[in-house]
T-cell receptor, first 111, second 117 residues
Framework: RKEVEQDPGPFNVPEGATVAFNCTYS??????FFWYRQDCRKEPKLLMS???SGNEDGRFTAQLNRASQYISLLIRDSKLSDSATYLC????????????FGTGTRLTVIP | GAVVSQHPSRVICKSGTSVKIECRSL??????MFWYRQFPKQSLMLMAT?????????EQGVEKDKFLINHASLTLSTLTVTSAHPEDSSFYIC?????????????FGPGTRLTVL
């Protein structure tokens, strides 16, 4: 079983729409969770960390459900510039604190 | 945020040659650097973890004699792909983590696209 699983999409949504992505992780001992954004042929960039209590940053809201081992990302009022691949990332606490990446969910916001 | 650079950004080489990729942390000291590989439409896969001044730790299935990693200073790590073959063509990305670091954040370099003919 993969460490991190995501629906690859693609999600095609109109501007202004609300879209949600989910991700599941397999290691119940995982301690840190992140959403990264990756534009085509570019490196991943940290979008936000995911805290146990849930957290919000502008139009972006992240939630963590430890019991069900899933993480979600909600994007409100989608902008064209939100088009990218969103990577769910989990730190599985193994030696050097490696990050495990999901395959990413592709979002395209349509005018 | 912290800046990590990689050089070169793109390289095309003939099969059998060796290619060196540099990863530098520009404004912080990176005690740990990570090397990832990403094939098209796939997730980043960790290849190895290197700590300054010590040998790299390789992930299962990654040949240490083929992918040579050197982390000689707190700001520089190099990955050398020896005797490259077409199946080594990929996007290689490094990341760096310094201290103090909260939430294990890693800062990624812009990546190196390797094409082996």
């Amino acid at each position: 079983r993969k460490e991190v699983e995501q629906d690859p999409g693609p999600f095609n949504v109109p501007e202004g729409a609300t879209v949600a992505f989910n991700c599941t992780y397999s290691n119940s001992a995982s301690q840190s969770f992140f959403w990264y954004r990756q534009d085509c042929r570019k490196e991943p960039k940290l979008l936000m960390s995911v805290y146990s209590s849930g957290n919000e940053d502008g139009r972006f809201t992240a939630q963590l459900n430890r019991a069900s081992q899933y993480i979600s990302l909600l994007i409100r009022d989608s902008k064209l510039s939100d088009s990218a691949t969103y990577l769910c990332v989990v730190n599985a606490v193994r030696g050097a604190n490696n990050l495990f990446f999901g395959t990413g969910t592709r979002l395209t916001v349509i005018p | 945020g912290a800046v990590v650079s990689q050089h070169p950004s793109r390289v095309i080489c003939k099969s059998g040659t060796s290619v060196k990729i540099e990863c530098r942390s520009l404004d912080f000291q990176a005690t740990t650097m990570f090397w990832y590989r990403q094939f098209p439409k796939q997730s980043l896969m960790l290849m190895a973890t290197s700590n300054e001044g010590s040998k790299a730790t390789y992930e299962q299935g990654v040949e240490k004699d083929k992918f040579l990693i050197n982390h000689a200073s707190l700001t520089l790590s190099t990955l050398t792909v020896t005797s490259a073959h077409p199946e080594d063509s990929s996007f290689y990305i490094c990341s760096a983590r310094g201290q103090p670091s909260s939430y294990n954040e890693q800062f990624f370099g812009p990546g190196t696209r390797l094409t082996v003919l």
